[in-house]
């Protein structure tokens, strides 16, 4: 029995005095074929990963939905005086917009934070790409989901009396892209330095939520207290929502009275910013804050 068991090493030993032949292992050479390819499937990989995950999905649309629905139909009465005439759930979806598209972009960017704690993280920091490569696939593929995200909540538009104009539409999927892209380019910026999931979803929410809040969302951006009026002016949610209700605004038959109420606009100093420059912020920050993320995870052992 013995003798049989050992035959096999006995064949693969080799003989006294000779060389052990060494498997070579060729590593591809890195190019920007390589990188373009490695975005591409950490993109990817996000996206499978979103449309497996159906109650995902629907979780994340929760939150908006009661804020427009519930919170938007019961102070209806209330807020019917200040608004002249205009619908409050009207009012408040330019905002709900922007939080179904910060929630899910954040939650995708928390995919890093999984993947450290799973292991796969490292199995992708050793392949022969740019960590650059993977930090810019997992922004794309968070920036794409949120987006998604954010066209079903655009879906419900006429129920809350917004009309389905082609530029109304066209207009708010940029702006949604890019904010996509900034909120995960943040996200993954917070992400990389956190090792577990419950220390991400509390920073999360000591962030996420002031940000919503502050923004201008659920009130327009004018009269405020002079302390709050700064925070607006700093909060970068504030440049989304801003030109996000511009449009849906203009798209609406309202008097000049409510108009001038409801959508001031934002000022710096007395001047009106904007919407193009409001866009440009946006998109400035988002790419400051990749770059961050990049740096911060090229530093990562």
Known sequence: MSGVSDAPRQQQAAPAGEPVEVVRVVVPRRSARSELRAIKVVWRRELIRFVNDRMRIVTTLVQPFLFLFVLGGGL???????THGVNLKTFLFP????????FTAMFSAASIVWDREFGFLREMMVAPVRRSSIVIGKCLGGATVAAFQGVIVLAIAGLVHVPYDIGLILGVLGLQLLLAFAITAFGLAVAIRI?????????MQMIVMPMF???????????????LTV???????????DPMRRLVFSKLAISPAA???????????????????EAG????????LLLVAIWEFSATD
Not at 196 to 203: A, D, I, P, T
Not at 217 to 224: E, V
Request: hydrophobic residues 55%; contains cysteine; glycine residues 10%.
């Open 259 to 277: 108009r001038h109420v409801l959508d001031p606009g934002l000022t710096w100093w007395g001047w009106h910013v904007p919407a193009v420059l």
């Open 213 to 227: 809040f502050i923004s201008g969302a659920m009130f327009p951006a004018n009269g405020l207290p002079r302390w």
């Open 76 to 82: 209806q009465q209330l807020a019917s005086a200040g």
């Open 195 to 203: 090792k577990q999931m419950q220390s991400f979803m509390g920073v």
């Open 281 to 288: 912020v946006v998109f400035a920050l988002g790419v400051v």
């Open 95 to 102: 905002g709900i917009l922007c939080m179904a598209v910060m």
């Open 231 to 241: 925070l607006n002016r700093l909060d970068p949610l504030a440049y989304a929502v």
